[in-house]
């Protein structure tokens, strides 16, 4: 038989147990109530603005001068004058004198010239005299003649002729020695630069050697090679467009405004290019000045398109932009975009203003997911790819 002790001992036990884990229950606190997450991805979206928008095509090309002439001697003989601004850098006016080559030995010329006119003027008259003589003495003795028709030798006519080809030889000499007289003095034949000087004072030219060069100031061209597939964007070519050129001058970027005047024609055959010419002018008149010489950046431009929205090529896959729409909810909407530039596209059709555009990249778009929107302003910026390849 157990003893008392036995049997009362682990009953004891359990009721301390029991009274414990009643009183462990008692004080437990019931679960709280977790908040269910929304796991929707977080985007960003930016708004369509649709706009009219006239397209440019862009180029470059280097600024030179319309017209360019080198001054060459024509005649021959010492320099004995050079003008002070017919310097490298210097800018000459119309009609100024460059150049002045000793005209000594081309006066005396010209008055042996002279000279020799006037004496074969004098025996040309002399002639004449005597024609008119033996044609008044031919008409009086004409009746008792044998021959009906007179001779020229009787008349004169051959002297006469041989006279009136000597004045008209001593009129050409005249002529040629006054012009190798003004060809002493080289002239500019517009406003220019002078861009080389080649001679200095005392130096002996001959006929064909080269004096200097001077560029023309009035106008200055600068070649604009385009694309075949960027033509479509310009009117008429391009022909009469406005361009704007940009260079840097002093370390800053300054403008221009020119017209583009022509189409050279041909399609160049190292690079494919068709190059247009455009022309600014008085182009050191500016208030900065368009040196030749220079390289610029051009924009052409082009034709204008109405209601249409630019926006970041990279949002852009297959012609299709994810949206948001009035739910939250992805859609995706076909685009028509009629150019790329710059990492810009610009879209016609397909995108309605207010619409708003998901700028934020996502693991795996499909139509009708839901989305939540960032709780900060939306951001203009594009700086991820709105849909990412699978």
């Known amino acids: 038989m157990a003893s008392k002790k036995q049997i009362l001992l682990p009953i004891g036990v359990l009721g301390v147990s029991v009274a414990l884990f009643a009183t462990f229950m008692a004080m437990k606190k019931p679960p709280e109530q977790k908040q269910q997450e929304n796991i929707a991805p977080l985007v960003e979206v930016t708004p369509v603005n649709l706009t009219d928008v006239t397209m440019q095509v862009h180029s470059y090309g280097e600024v030179m001068a319309q017209e360019q002439t080198e001054l060459v001697a024509q005649v021959s003989g010492q320099v004995v004058s050079i003008a002070e601004q017919f310097v490298k850098g210097g800018f000459v006016k119309q009609g100024d004198e460059l150049i002045r080559i000793d005209p000594n030995d081309y006066e005396a010329a010209l008055i042996e010239a002279q000279a020799g006119l006037a004496q074969a003027q004098s025996a040309l008259e002399i002639e004449q005299a005597q024609a008119h003589v033996a044609k008044t003495e031919w008409q009086r003795i004409k009746d008792n003649a044998n021959a009906v028709i007179p001779s020229e030798l009787y008349l004169r006519k051959p002297q006469l002729a041989e006279k009136l080809a000597k004045f008209r030889a001593a ?220």
Not at 186 to 210: F, H, Q, W
Not at 277 to 302: D, H, K, M, S
Not at 331 to 342: A, G, H, K, N
């Open 171 to 390: 009129q050409a000499q005249v002529k040629r020695a006054k012009r190798n007289l003004e060809r002493t003095s080289i002239r500019a034949p517009y406003d220019a630069l002078v861009t080389a000087k080649k001679i200095s004072l005392g130096s002996v030219v001959n006929p064909g050697n080269v004096l200097g060069q001077i560029d023309a100031t009035s106008i200055a061209k600068v070649r604009l090679p385009v694309a075949n597939q960027d033509l479509q964007y310009l009117i008429d070519g391009g022909i009469g467009a406005k361009v704007t050129l940009t260079s840097e001058v002093a370390g800053k970027m300054r403008t221009w405004q020119g017209s583009i005047v022509r189409n050279e024609g041909v399609v160049d055959k190292r690079s494919r290019m068709t190059y247009l010419v455009a022309y600014v002018e008085q182009p050191y008149q500016q208030a900065y000045p368009l040196r030749f010489g220079a390289y610029t950046n051009a924009r052409i431009v082009g034709k204008s398109v109405r209601d249409a929205a630019i926006v970041p090529s990279h949002l852009i896959k297959d012609n299709r932009i994810a949206l948001i729409d009035n739910e939250i909810k992805l859609m995706f909407s076909d685009l028509e975009v009629i150019r790329e530039q710059d990492g810009m596209a610009f879209v016609t059709a397909g995108l309605q203003s207010g619409q708003q555009i998901i700028t934020s990249a996502l693991e795996y778009p499909t139509q009708g997911m839901q989305l939540r929107l960032d709780e900060q302003e939306p951001k203009t910026a594009h700086t991820q790819l709105a849909l990412k390849e699978d």
